[in-house]
């Protein structure tokens, strides 16, 4: 496939983050070991080692096209299959650009008017906790399920535009580092509109509700509080990502882990 502009970076400056981003993804592809966010001639040497090497081209800076086919090509070799419930997204791992779930239906649970679909097997089990909250009188509602590679290019570019790329990264993914593009998450709310993808939905009785039972349903909290340094992201009390079966959330949650501790584990 040919590699597509990569718009978020269009036209932003190499600040020292952003290289810090480029350093790890070419350590991860087997080219630099030093994270100093320094564009210095060792980080040039070996960006045009990977291009050279890896696409068959030359470069003479880093630009969007590059930065894709960096992804791209990390996620070749790392990804796994999207239509594997483990499989995840992180700042180290990456999904393809043309990763999109086989499974996808549209949703069928109480959701906002822009989310249309997620994964089978997790539309179903979603529609099992839905109705378990309902019948304790707890309201609950999608407000973001499945996004493509493309839509994240659009949504993160406006969070840096908005917050400068280093806080956007604390709580939006880049292209192919987010669990979303795997169809097994959901954000959720309330229905109430006041604690929408606020931390502040923590202190709610759906988050309550969802912290004691959520587990029971295949489903765990992707980016606990004091996990920033295992998951890169900032405490999400909203994001559910569905992992299989209840068996599996159940071991994650007892074990006070995240998902990819939990898969790393399994390897070892």
Same mark, same amino acid.
């Given at each position: 496939?040919?590699?597509?502009?990569?718009?978020?970076?269009? *036209?932003?400056?190499?600040?020292?983050?952003?290289?810090?981003?480029?350093?790890?993804?070419?350590?991860?592809?087997?080219?630099? &070991?030093?994270?100093?966010?320094?564009?210095?001639?060792?980080?040039?040497?070996?960006?045009?080692?990977?291009?050279?090497?890896?696409?068959?081209?030359?470069?003479?800076?880093?630009?969007?096209?590059?930065?894709?086919?960096?992804?791209?090509?990390?996620?070749?070799?790392?990804?796994?299959?999207? *239509?594997?419930?483990?499989?995840?997204?992180?700042?180290?791992?990456?999904?393809?650009? %043309?990763?999109?779930?086989?499974?996808?239906?549209?949703?069928?649970?109480?959701?906002?008017?822009?989310?249309?679909?997620?994964?089978?097997? &997790?539309?179903?089990?979603?529609?099992?906790?839905?109705?378990?909250?309902?019948?304790?009188?707890?309201?609950?509602?999608?407000?973001?399920?499945?996004?493509?590679?493309?839509?994240?290019?659009?949504?993160?570019?406006?969070?840096?535009?908005?917050?400068?790329?280093?806080?956007?990264?604390?709580?939006?993914?880049?292209?192919?580092?987010?669990?979303?593009? &795997?169809?097994?998450?959901?954000?959720?709310?309330?229905?109430?509109?006041?604690? %929408?993808?606020?931390?502040?939905?923590?202190?709610?009785?759906?988050?309550?509700?969802?912290?004691?039972?959520?587990?029971?349903?295949?489903?765990?909290?992707?980016?606990?509080?004091?996990?920033?340094?295992? %998951?890169?992201?900032?405490?999400?009390?909203?994001?559910?990502?569905?992992?299989?079966?209840?068996?599996?959330?159940?071991?994650?949650?007892?074990?006070?882990? &995240?998902?990819?501790?939990?898969?790393?584990?399994?390897?070892?």
């Amino acid at each position: 496939d040919s590699v597509q502009p990569f718009v978020v970076y269009r *036209d932003a400056p190499l600040t020292v983050e952003r290289v810090k981003w480029l350093q790890e993804q070419l350590k991860i592809a087997g080219y630099y &070991t030093l994270i100093d966010g320094s564009y210095g001639p060792d980080c040039k040497a070996q960006l045009a080692a990977f291009c050279s090497q890896q696409l068959n081209r030359e470069v003479e800076y880093f630009n969007s096209e590059i930065e894709q086919a960096l992804i791209d090509y990390n996620a070749n070799r790392m990804a796994g299959d999207i *239509d594997d419930y483990l499989v995840y997204a992180s700042k180290e791992i990456n999904l393809r650009s %043309t990763d999109v779930p086989s499974r996808l239906v549209d949703i069928s649970v109480a959701h906002s008017a822009n989310v249309e679909q997620i994964e089978a097997k &997790t539309n179903d089990y979603l529609i099992k906790m839905f109705d378990a909250a309902k019948a304790d009188g707890i309201a609950l509602r999608v407000v973001s399920g499945y996004r493509s590679f493309q839509y994240q290019i659009g949504l993160f570019d406006r969070y840096m535009q908005r917050s400068g790329f280093a806080q956007a990264n604390r709580y939006s993914a880049l292209p192919g580092q987010s669990e979303h593009q &795997t169809g097994y998450v959901v954000d959720v709310d309330d229905g109430t509109n006041r604690h %929408t993808v606020k931390q502040s939905f923590d202190q709610t009785p759906a988050f309550q509700w969802l912290d004691a039972h959520a587990h029971e349903y295949g489903f765990i909290l992707s980016y606990p509080k004091g996990k920033e340094d295992i %998951t890169g992201y900032m405490y999400e009390p909203w994001h559910y990502r569905f992992v299989g079966s209840p068996e599996v959330a159940g071991e994650i949650k007892r074990r006070d882990i &995240t998902l990819e501790q939990y898969v790393k584990q399994l390897k070892d």
